[in-house]
């Protein structure tokens, strides 16, 4: 059971490059969302989806895109890099009846 | 709007003594949970304790312990015969029993980085 998986775990773009973040989940969950930590702020909502086919907006949302075409899968895309969006994002999962949330292992990204 | 506060930005402790870790918030709503999540430097979130706040009852799990008092709004982890293992950032976060329209968020704090000294 591989959980919650985010690809890449590093990345390094130059501001105005695009890219997405990867994130798949294989225990059928149909919460996802997105979040980003940055030191001294703790996590903050970026984009969450209740569903496949499903999006909203969190705390943070400028700058971010998001999709749902499955249950299991909820890339983040980056349309236009900015050094603001240098941070450590996670994905995270849980079903509609629990509680607990699953995080992924993150990705640090940088933006130069 | 709910928020979750914890106060102490780095905590530091000694093997096998007792830390407490701070954790206050604000809220209007009566039902909802409150979490304590680990992170060690591999990043990994991991769920270290949770509290339904319609139970009086603190939450044990092995070494780690909740103090949650209800009407102070706070929800402090207490963490007994510390190990080294357990160094840390330490995410304090609260969510909501219902959602709106069936979503629910997790708001966190900024976290606690405890330092566990041999």
């Known amino acids: 059971n591989a959980g919650v998986t985010q690809t890449p775990k590093f990345q390094v773009l130059k501001t105005g490059q695009s890219m997405t973040l990867q994130c798949a989940q294989d225990?059928?969950?149909?919460?996802m969302s997105w979040y980003r930590q940055d030191p001294g702020m703790g996590l903050r909502l970026i984009h969450y989806s209740v569903g496949a086919g499903i999006t909203d907006q969190g705390e943070v949302p400028n700058g971010y895109n998001v999709s749902r075409s499955t249950t299991e899968d909820f890339p983040l895309r980056l349309l236009s890099a900015a050094p603001s969006q240098t941070s450590v994002y996670f994905c995270a999962s849980r079903p509609p009846a629990n509680t607990e949330a699953f995080f992924g292992q993150g990705t640090r990204l940088t933006v130069v | 709007a709910q928020t979750v506060t914890q106060s102490q930005p780095e905590m530091s402790v000694q093997e096998a003594e007792t830390v407490t870790l701070s954790c206050t918030y604000d809220?209007?709503?009566?039902?909802?949970?409150l979490f304590w999540y680990k992170q060690p430097p591999s990043r990994q979130m991991i769920l270290v304790i949770r509290?339904?706040?319609?139970?009086?009852q603190n939450a044990t799990e092995n070494r780690f312990s909740v103090n949650f008092q209800k009407a102070a709004k706070s929800f402090s982890l207490k963490i007994s015969d510390s190990q080294l293992g357990d160094a840390a950032m330490y995410f304090c976060a609260y969510r909501s029993a219902r959602g709106t329209s069936g979503t629910y968020k997790y708001i966190f704090g900024t976290g606690t980085r405890l330092k566990v000294l041999a």
């Open positions: 225990m059928n969950h149909e919460y």
């Open positions: 809220t209007s709503e009566s039902d909802y949970y």
């Open positions: 509290q339904e706040a319609y139970k009086q």
